[in-house]
């Protein structure tokens, strides 16, 4: 059994006796803390802070990082507190203990909602210190090999788990050694037998394919040792779940996956990397659109490396990654490489890019805490965020910026800064206008084209791919409809409050904080948000407010409601008034306000048939009219019956966009071989401009009936 004299006696290898005397201390103190305690499989339990010290101590990690693993359970598990932490082993310590336990005194219903917060509390850890995901994601390695013990139900909850966050994270911050570890044995936990299968396959591959391999290496080393390019080649395997991702999304058998195995180059500089590239592509033919170098624009992990893909011999491709001895440790233990000194250096960690790096990944994760609406939000912007197929653009300075695969030009806005993405209306890709829905490629330079009172649209949610622009639209979406709920809200009480011909300024403020204090709201701007949208009515507030009895019957409602003046609308409002999409209100057109719950009024045309039950209920109706100040085009809903002939939908688009006017949507409806129904969705201005066009449309000889569609 692995001892602590055995982990000293490794850990001798880097660390000074001091420090190695402050890790043993750590551990004797968890042994003591943990005593009596043990694991499902029957161990000691101080075998596992152990296991995960020894984890951390193949990565090189300093002392503090291995302290905190030999103690990170005695908070949660004992009675030690981190007070007592501090006293003995300093406040780095303790903070890095305290920010690893897995917080599960917090009781919650849902066991999702359970882990999404202790996933948060963690990122607020990590803000303070980037090696408390170290420490975690070892301790996290360390559960899952010693995964044996659970029920298989647990295992899978477990490993789904560290699949989807544990996982991308160590592969966010570069420990490839660590995320294939956990990627394999989460897919053994998840699906046994295909594991096992697939482990066979490559087994026995190996061997039917050793002498080719062998060859291939060997020919490499050759043309190295010609050139008199010093590197070593060595053969690399693709890991379990690699494998099956491959066959299921490409719908291959194993034997059909070629890229199986791999060669890697490791040499000492940068320079020798791009001649071995040169060296090996005369040896053998590349194949094409497939070289990527990630030296010069490296991923957002910090990875750097030449990536190839050879024909072999008999066609086989080979893939090969080119990289210096510095580079390979930041491929294998990322972030981890910064505590990673080299033998005789201790003036700059290898991977300080990489920290640094890391740090802003942890500080944009705390800006999307901020802005999600809940743990279980975030969350799932974090699991966005993770493992993208990354692509390059350029800002017109000709900064590279990072964004992941299928990235539009609002996500390239956010990256930037979330005003700039906030207030983004249009882009220039490579100096032309295109959409913000555009989709980005590698290569290209992108200009954002702002203006001041912008606002996000709702249906940028439909296109964004990154969690810092998804949740930033959200945030902004959520403090826009608080904002326009409360002014509507500010509208509604003013204009019950004139049937008692008072306002809402007017009124002593003593009323108000008592109204406040009944309802449990801290502010005025709840109470009116809350009458925006239409979960409070309007004239009931304003009753109590005036300190009148509640009226007693529906009559005295409907009396209290016309007496307002109508409430004078122009379209701009925004999120918290609407206009219903059964009548399809035009300005021109007498109209009527309902107020709906959650969305604040959804304005119809005075005779829609949609409205019918609630002309009995008319507290939730409002009067409304047009402002006279309109700038903006409404949709409306027509029926044409035509005779069915060729260029027909051509020719209906040509007369609308003469007309001034845009379609929005179209379609035909055959009614037999000669007749069809053709339904249009038209942006208007108003009443004045639809009936231009209906007339246009009628003076088509082969259009026949045309009516606008009402419920």
Not at 210 to 226: A, E, P
Not at 598 to 618: M, Q, S, T
Request: contains cysteine; neutral net charge.
């Amino acid at each position: 059994m692995f001892t602590i004299d055995d982990l000293a006696d490794r850990l001798g290898g880097y660390l000074p006796p001091e420090e190695i005397l402050h890790v043993k201390r750590a551990f004797y103190y968890a042994e003591q803390a943990h005593d009596g305690q043990r694991r499902r499989s029957g161990e000691p339990y101080v075998t596992h802070p152990l296991a995960v010290a020894n984890i951390l101590a193949n990565m090189h990690m300093d002392h503090q990082s291995l302290m905190a693993a030999m103690l990170h359970d005695v908070i949660e598990d004992t009675g030690v507190t981190k007070e007592a932490l501090t006293r003995q082993f300093g406040e780095p310590v303790a903070e890095l203990v305290d920010g690893v336990s897995k917080l599960t005194q917090i009781t919650f219903e849902d066991k999702a909602v359970a882990q999404a917060e202790n996933f948060q509390k963690m990122v607020l850890a990590m803000s303070q210190d980037i090696r408390v995901i170290i420490v975690k994601l070892a301790d996290r390695l360390h559960n899952m090999r010693t995964l044996g013990a659970l029920r298989p139900d647990k295992k899978r909850r477990i490993a789904r788990e560290t699949l989807e966050i544990y996982a991308r994270i160590a592969g966010r911050l570069g420990i490839n050694t660590i995320r294939v570890e956990l990627e394999d044995l989460s897919f053994q936990a998840i699906h046994p037998m295909r594991a096992e299968r697939i482990k066979r396959a490559v087994t026995k591959a190996r061997g039917n394919r050793r002498s080719m391999m062998r060859q291939i290496q060997d020919s490499l080393q050759k043309c190295l040792d010609d050139d008199a390019l010093g590197g070593s080649v060595v053969g690399r395997q693709k890991h379990l779940l690699s494998i099956y991702r491959k066959m299921r999304d490409q719908r291959k058998p194993f034997a059909e996956i070629m890229d199986v195995f791999g060669f890697r180059i490791i040499t000492d500089d940068v320079d020798t990397c791009y001649r071995i590239l040169g060296a090996v592509h005369n040896l053998y033919k590349p194949v094409p659109g497939r070289f990527k170098d990630y030296i010069a624009i490296p991923k957002a992990n910090g990875y750097q490396s030449l990536h190839t893909t050879l024909f072999g011999p008999s066609g086989m491709p080979v893939e090969v990654q080119i990289r210096t001895r510095e580079m390979e440790a930041m491929a294998n233990n990322g972030i981890a490489a910064h505590w990673l000194y080299k033998a005789g250096q201790t003036e700059r960690p290898i991977g300080a890019g990489s920290h640094a790096r890391a740090r802003e990944w942890v500080r944009g994760l705390l800006e999307m805490q901020r802005h999600a609406g809940n743990s279980l939000e975030f969350i799932e912007h974090v699991k966005n965020d993770l493992f993208p197929d990354d692509i390059y653009v350029f800002t017109p300075k000709g900064d590279i910026m990072e964004l992941p695969g299928g990235a539009t030009a609002v996500d390239f806005a956010y990256s930037v800064h979330t005003d700039i993405g906030n207030s983004c209306i249009a882009c220039r890709i490579d100096r032309h206008l295109a959409p913000l829905s555009s989709t980005l490629e590698s290569g290209q330079t992108l200009e954002i084209i702002t203006a001041p009172g912008a606002r996000p649209n709702l249906a940028w949610l439909n296109f964004v791919v990154t969690a810092k622009a998804r949740s930033a639209i959200r945030h902004a979406l959520k403090h826009q409809q608080r904002t326009e709920s409360v002014q509507l809200g500010r509208r509604l009480l003013n204009r019950a409050l004139s049937a008692f011909e008072t306002s809402l300024e007017e009124l002593p403020e003593h009323r108000l904080a008592a109204i406040l204090e009944e309802l449990d709201l801290k502010h005025e701007d709840d109470l009116l948000e809350s009458i925006g949208l239409g979960t409070r009515m309007a004239y009931a507030i304003a009753r109590r407010l005036l300190e009148c009895n509640a009226p007693e019957t529906a009559e005295e409602v409907a009396t209290a409601s016309r007496s307002g003046m109508p409430i004078v609308i122009n379209g701009a409002e925004g999120m918290i008034i609407s206009f219903a999409r059964c009548c399809y209100p035009l300005p021109g057109d007498p109209i009527i306000g309902h107020l709906s719950v959650g969305k604040g009024i959804v304005v119809h045309r005075h005779d829609c048939g949609n409205l019918r039950e609630l002309r009995d209920d008319p507290d939730k109706l409002f009067a409304l009219e047009w402002s006279q100040q309109i700038d903006q085009d409404f949709p409306v809903a027509l029926r044409l019956h035509v005779e069915t002939r060729r260029g027909l939908v051509a020719e209906l688009a040509g007369l609308v966009t003469d007309a001034d006017a845009n379609i929005e949507r179209i379609g035909i409806e055959e009614r037999d071989a000669r007749l069809s129904i053709v339904n249009l969705t038209l942006a208007v201005h108003d009443r004045v401009h639809l009936a231009s066009i209906m007339k246009r449309l009628r003076n088509l000889p082969h259009v026949g009936k045309i009516t606008r569609v009402r419920s």
